[in-house]
């Protein structure tokens, strides 16, 4: 437990349960909570885990036959709420760095200063988080949109800059800011998880559906000058998907409207990364996993249950920080790129 700062309060803690959720879906990516005992309820705002003045920092993992301890980081952000519950124990719930961001609205318009986007991204973080840090993007970055006003909302302004380089901004588990693209193309499989003898996953339902899935996507961009705004399509048209435009499939459209006024190839970019992230959605799994602390939303991962076999890509992780509850994660299916 420490203060924004990062000067320590109270450290050790060992919560009597609780998870921490982690969905590249929320723009808030992180949220946490769990239970301590009756000692540790804030009664002021001084007190180590008030939600006044409390960071928390979680990390989990796993303790060898050694007694060694291998931990890996899973959250970053403030106390949001403690509750004194009847039983004694106090409940926490807590909120990523990203919740701080948002909450700083623009006291007045906002137009964007900075020559390159992540350069935008990271000024319009820090004015609401001096304290912030950055990781490593893995976008392609390209020039701010000049003359660009927002009127209230800062966490609309980051989503917008970050789809114009086809991605999303987040905290991650070690608290520092990124952007990353939504694109979910396989990458290299960071992890097997098995059912049967020796496997870590333990059951699993594994749906097909139609429910999010688009074949067509078309971005919507005004136009700062009051022009007609740009219009780009991407459809899929690869030969073989199941999914094709107008193929058996059949044409189901989405429309993406994006109040940043991005170039044209900004806007190819961000139709071309939804309407791969939309594809995803045909094959999803919903498996309950022996908890591995090292996986993060968006690695990939080769899944096997009931001898169906599937490589999918994290969309949301539920990691436990008891010993007797299983980890949950959510997948959808990855795609090879554009």
Known sequence: MYDINGQPRALGLRPTGGSVNASLTNRVTRTADFTLTREHYPLVAADPLSPEEAVVHISAGIRYGTDQEELFPLFVGRVWEATLQPDGQV?????????????YRFEQPRTTTAGMTLAEIRTLIMEAVPQATFGTDT?????????????EDRGQALDDLAQS?????YARGNGEFVVMPFDYVLGPVVQEFRDGPGGLLLDASIPRSRTGVANSVVVVSERADGTTPIRVPARNTATGSPTRFGGLFGRVSQTIKVQTPISFPQAQVLARTQLQAASALSRQWRPSLVPDYSIEPGDTVSLQFMGVRDTQIIDSISYPLDTATPMGIATRAGTTGA
């Open 91 to 103: 409940s926490f719930v807590c909120d990523d760095l990203a919740a701080d961001v948002i909450a």
């Open 139 to 151: 976008v392609t970055d390209q020039p701010t949109p000049q003359s660009l006003t927002w009127d």
């Open 165 to 169: 380089l086809g991605g999303r901004w």
